[in-house]
């Protein structure tokens, strides 16, 4: 199972981005789908997640800001970002919990794309 995610840049303080990751492989179900942020000297923490059928759970400072959705025919998970500050600068990380058909359930983690708020 591979995660590959697209979508970050140099953006302006107010302004937006949307990150999408999709996921391939043998994949028989995927349960949660998270975005995870990593900044420099930082401990990577989650931004927002998605269960199968929907339910979502945002960090506090990002909520109303960001909206994470997903398409479970396509297995994707997208993370739309609006009103960007410079504290959302961080490498972004897409997390998915698969099940597969050959493995089992395993958590499986994205390459990260980078974000970048300037001010």
């Known amino acids: 199972v591979q995660l590959q995610a697209f979508g970050g840049g140099l953006v302006q303080a107010g302004g937006s981005l949307n990150l999408s990751c999709a996921a391939s492989?043998?994949?028989?179900?995927?349960?949660?789908m998270a975005w995870y942020r990593q900044a420099p000297g930082s401990e990577r923490q989650l931004v927002a997640a998605i269960t199968t059928g929907g339910l979502t759970n945002y960090v506090d400072s990002v909520k109303g800001r960001f909206f994470i959705s997903r398409d479970n025919t396509k297995n994707t998970v997208d993370l739309q970002m609006n009103s960007l500050k410079p504290e959302d600068t961080a490498v972004y990380y897409c997390?998915?919990?698969?099940?597969?058909?050959?493995?089992?359930?395993?958590?499986?983690w994205g390459q990260g794309t980078q974000v970048t708020v300037s001010s």
């Open positions: 997390n998915a919990i698969v099940v597969t058909y050959v493995a089992g359930t395993s958590t499986y």
């Open positions: 492989g043998r994949i028989r179900r995927i349960d949660r």
